[in-house]
């Protein structure tokens, strides 16, 4: 068994022939002997057992009566802009209950713009749900730049102009682990036609003059 040794500000190199050097690119097997001195990447050490990435949700499930309500907020915003929306998720440890944020957002096409801001005291922000107007519910090369510092759960929503689709994932150090719907809400996807939404959700949506993602006519790219 060789020594293991971690890369750090002040790190001088040991004395030993063979070690293993754990630094911010990964692990390296160092050799050094009369005829050359190498550092090897290495996926990992031969003797310890093996690993793989995962994560879990550690929270209660959603109850269906949640995911209802986005859907509705959802369908309104698509409804009055053909665009995707975006609601921000708590969860207070202490009650042991969920609760929804409409953060003030410009929304135009395939995009929305928000601030998160602070998160309340006695809360936990969990992630955020966002919509895909008309498109399928699906994790974009968008979505995936956005959330890749931002660890926790996100969800997408899609297919609003119809039977809407749902997908769900962990976020956590830029991997994302997909978790079946089944693993996030207690409930299944059920109809939002007439559900009353709180007064004013619409007032914190403003659409976009000049869509980011619009073509040279002004239409948004993606409904």
């Keep these: 068994m ?11 190199e040991p004395d030993d022939p063979i070690y293993y050097l754990v630094t911010r690119d990964g692990l390296f097997q160092v050799k050094r002997n009369p005829l050359f001195h190498a550092r090897t990447k290495v ?3 031969s003797w310890l057992m093996s690993e793989h990435e995962a994560a879990r949700l550690q929270l209660p499930p959603l109850s269906g ?8 907020f959802f369908r309104e915003v698509f409804q009055a802009h053909r665009a995707e929306a975006v609601v921000l998720l708590y969860f207070n440890q202490q009650e042991g209950r969920y609760e929804l944020k409409i953060p003030k ?14 998160t309340p005291a006695g809360w936990l922000r969990v992630g955020t749900i966002h919509s895909h107007a008309s498109a399928d519910a699906f994790h974009s ?7 890749r510092h931002d660890d926790g759960l996100h969800m997408t929503i899609g297919n609003l102009d119809g ?10 150090d830029g991997r994302r682990f997909t978790l079946k719907p089944s693993e996030v809400f207690d409930g299944e996807l059920l109809d939002s036609t007439g559900v009353r939404l709180p007064k004013g959700s619409l007032q914190v949506v403003d659409l976009e003059t000049v869509p980011r993602d619009s073509d040279a006519e002004g239409r948004p790219s993606s409904v």
């Design 2 to 12: 060789f020594p293991v040794y971690l890369k750090e500000d002040h790190f001088e």
């Design 43 to 45: 996926r990992g050490l």
């Design 65 to 72: 009566a949640i995911l209802v309500e986005i859907v509705a």
């Design 105 to 118: 957002q410009q929304v135009a096409g395939g995009h929305c713009s928000y601030e998160i801001g602070p």
């Design 141 to 147: 090369e968008l979505d995936d730049e956005d959330e």
């Design 163 to 172: 039977e809407a689709s749902v997908v769900c994932s962990l976020v956590v």
